[in-house]
């Protein structure tokens, strides 16, 4: 589906697979990326085994364009 895990500009590892984070006590700000999708920031301790589950929401498609008129409406003046 090509989402990605990235620290800050580094990617990380792909969204399907394991991503490994140096062990720590300090929060590690990740974001989740996918063509399409709005991103995901997350926070993490990476002291321990961790698995998540994320849901990306769908970006927002481009308006349709408004007040464009048929050609067979045309004005022919």
């Given at each position: ?32 990326t996918a063509p399409g999708y709005e991103p995901l920031s997350l926070s ?16 927002a498609g481009r308006p349709k364009s ?12």
């Amino acid at each position: 589906n090509g989402a990605r895990v990235l620290r800050g500009e580094d990617v990380l590892g792909d969204a399907h697979e394991p991503v490994l984070l140096p062990f720590g006590k300090a929060p590690m700000e990740l974001t989740v990326t996918a063509p399409g999708y709005e991103p995901l920031s997350l926070s993490v301790v990476p002291d321990h085994e961790l698995e998540s589950d994320v849901k990306l929401k769908r970006r927002a498609g481009r308006p349709k364009s408004v007040g464009t008129i048929p050609s067979d409406l045309e004005s022919p003046f």
